[in-house]
């Protein structure tokens, strides 16, 4: 089997951290989506960001002593970034219910889901956030090569999504790295065991729970059974199909000696940067 990487000074792609403080829809009340089921893939996504957040923080931190100063300090610039996008998610899930949705019972179900994680081993901790860190990359990616699939979430989110996307690319490693040094002293064959096994439970839950909380919310807009579940899979799987657009960079995770950067979109950062510099916070 082909070694695992080892953390080292020089990742295969360099790009430093930048912590971009904004904030979003201050004061704006915002209506329903026009696509009900594009606004409850992204409110079911957006009310388990504050808790899953911190408990990525959580996991990182645990493992941050004795790492090599740039990893060090790629952590704390993750660790900023993943406390402002809680921020903004928490004002957004606000937000969400004063447009007339009920997240409390997302919001329940994360809590035990994090409260549940949390019991397990640190390092199976860490390895859970290296999967989820990965799907939010995944999903990172195409947000901003197909800026389309934004158009009709609704609730006026766009800037706030592009951001968030623009930092989650930017930080794909961070967890990921602090895993492989975490591990140095593991065979390659366990390090990859361990991922590849976490990484499959993780799929089953992610889509399982963030579907199921979805389906919740299109009930409130009166879409129930069987129509609601096969609209969210039209969404999902055909159109904008965004599931089926991540699946080869799903099973990438797999392969022996995978790395976050051995996909260099470091073009979509800086494409969308730009945006965001030039886009005045109040009109997020």
């Not at 912590?19 to 606004?39: E, H, I, L, S, Y």
């Amino acid at each position: 089997m082909t070694a695992e990487p080892h953390w080292q000074a020089s990742k295969p792609v360099d790009h430093p951290l930048k912590v971009r403080d904004r904030r979003f829809g201050r004061g704006k009340k915002r209506p329903r989506g026009t696509d009900p089921v594009a606004a409850a893939w992204f409110a079911a996504l957006s009310a388990s960001f504050p808790r899953g957040e911190a408990m990525f923080i959580d996991a990182v931190k645990a493992h941050r002593a004795d790492t090599p100063a740039k990893l060090t300090g790629e952590i704390r610039d993750f660790i900023r970034q993943e406390v402002n996008h809680s921020r903004e998610h928490v004002a957004f899930n606000r937000a969400v219910e004063e447009a007339g949705y009920d997240l409390t019972f997302i919001d329940a179900r994360v809590k035990q889901l994090v409260g549940d994680t949390q019991k397990a081993p640190a390092i199976v901790q860490l390895a859970i956030t290296c999967a989820l860190e990965h799907f939010t990359a995944m999903f990172a990616h195409q947000f901003l090569k197909s800026p389309h699939t934004l158009a009709s979430a609704g609730m006026g989110d766009r800037q706030l999504w592009l951001w968030h996307a623009v930092e989650e690319i930017e930080h794909k490693a961070v967890a990921y790295d602090t895993f492989i040094h975490a591990t140095r002293n593991w065979s390659s064959f366990k390090r990859w065991r361990m991922r590849s096994l976490v990484m499959l439970l993780v799929t089953i839950r992610f889509l399982r729970n963030r579907s199921a909380d979805a389906v919740e919310l299109l009930a409130q807009d009166g879409v129930t059974g069987w129509r609601a579940k096969a609209h969210l899979a039209h969404y999902l799987i055909v159109k904008p199909g965004i599931l089926r657009s991540i699946f080869p960079s799903w099973l990438g995770y797999f392969r022996p000696g995978f790395h976050p950067w051995d996909h260099d979109d470091r073009h979509l950062i800086a494409k969308w940067d730009r945006e965001l510099d030039d886009a005045p916070e109040a009109a997020a």
